[in-house]
């Protein structure tokens, strides 16, 4: 399992790397109500102008003291490191201003500057990957409407997925978060990194669980059920970040170890998209010959 040397093939070559999924955002039409609740004219000015939630910056936390799989941003897929693979991803999205990484070890910064991303130092005190991203932000010298949280372990993320839970939050004034969803694998339905999700008719999350949700009283999975996966990728209206670390850690975000339901716990509002997207992140070092296997079969570079 090498540690990074930078490739230096040129980042745009994972352009055919992965082909264009089709992605449905649930519910993007906002309402009357939305705008009452928000200012009428406030949020028509701002929708008129162009300039609601205009400005975004994608932001990709990375730690090597990780508890599951130490060094996982270093870690080499097909020849990459995985973070090197994620950040160009995230480069062909066409709604993101910047991007950065953030990261508190010295060996994740200095690969990446090797590879010609920008890096922000963060504290090892961030608790997660959003508050690592809320510091990253502080210490930007510009300031952004949108931070997108891009995880470091979805090295195959697809640019569409981006900038579809950006436009996502950019149409949805009530919600301070958006983030993703694909159909879950049955194979999937009972591990616990494989976190599971359910939304409301307007697509809005109701729960993010490690269990299988909804649950059936046969304990078993019901095939014709849409079961929903959440991808870990996720976008923050800026002023909310700046509030979530302040936020106490809630009952459900402890037992479950999901950070998403500390938003939700606070009574925030969370819109969710449903694409269609092959999963497969890295959790553990496992995975990396998973998705090693699942590229070559598809002939990925």
Known sequence: MPI????????????????????????LAVGAATAVALGAHVYLYYRRSGRFRSRVVGIIPA???????QGKPLVHILGKPMIQRTWERAKMASSLD??????????????????????????????NGTERCNEAHQKLGKKYDIVVNIQGDEPLIEPEIIDGIVKALQATPDAVFSTA??????????????????????????????GLIPFNKSGKVNPQFPYLLHLGI??????????????????????????????????????VIKVDHEAHGVDTPEDVEKIERYMQEKNLS
């Open 63 to 69: 730690r090597f003291a990780s508890s599951r799989f």
């Open 181 to 210: 969803v694909t159909s879950l694998k049955s194979e999937d339905a009972f591990d616990p990194n494989r976190v599971k999700c359910v939304v409301d008719n307007r697509g809005y999350a109701i729960y993010f669980s490690r």
């Open 4 to 27: 990074c040397t930078p490739s230096s093939s040129d980042s745009s070559s994972g352009s055919s790397s992965v082909s264009t999924k089709s992605w449905i955002i649930h519910g």
């Open 234 to 271: 996720q976008s923050l209206d800026s002023k909310f970040l700046e509030i979530y670390p302040e936020l106490p850690p809630t009952p459900l975000q402890l037992e479950e170890d999901l950070e998403q339901l500390k938003v939700l716990e606070n009574g925030y509002k969370m819109k």
């Open 98 to 127: 910047h991007i950065v990484v953030a990261t508190d070890d010295d060996k994740i910064a200095e690969c990446c500057r090797g590879f010609g991303a920008d890096v922000i130092m963060t504290s090892e005190s961030c608790r």
